[in-house]
């Protein structure tokens, strides 16, 4: 018996195992940079609405409007008008879509929150 083209074979095996390694360590920077991206949408949609529900205009459309410039969905925006001199908190919650090769389409949510003290446009605080 011959043993001709085994090593073919063991290398073929070695190859597709590097293939799907590298392929998962893709898929694992491609979740991190999304989630990373979705945090980032979440602050920056809660920064922007929350001075709004004190000057009047609509808060969720500015939150919808950072989240959708950052690579985000706005899933959830606590943010009601408020025009005292009362701190408040709005809370939104973000998702963003990423394509992965192996895992095939995911979805990353990230939540923030933003606390507007009208007092401090006084104080200078």
């Known amino acids: 018996m011959r043993e001709r083209g085994a090593a073919t074979v063991v290398v073929v ?11 998962g360590l893709v898929d694992v920077s491609r979740l991190v940079a999304a989630r990373a991206q979705a945090v980032a949408a979440a602050d920056a949609a809660a920064l922007a609405a929350a001075p709004v529900t004190f000057f009047g205009g609509d808060p969720v459309a500015e939150a919808a409007a ?3 410039r950052n690579g985000a969905r706005l899933e959830v925006c606590r ?3 408020d025009r005292s001199m009362q701190p408040r908190l709005v809370t939104v919650e973000v998702s963003a ?10 979805t990353v ?3 923030s929150a933003a606390e ?10």
């Open 109 to 111: 949510q990230a939540r």
């Open 13 to 23: 095996s070695l190859i597709s195992g590097l293939v799907l390694v590298t392929a």
């Open 97 to 106: 879509a990423v394509d992965l090769a192996l895992l095939g389409s995911h």
């Open 66 to 68: 950072l989240a959708d």
């Open 79 to 81: 943010c009601p008008l």
């Open 116 to 125: 507007f003290v009208p007092l401090q446009l006084l104080t200078g605080g």
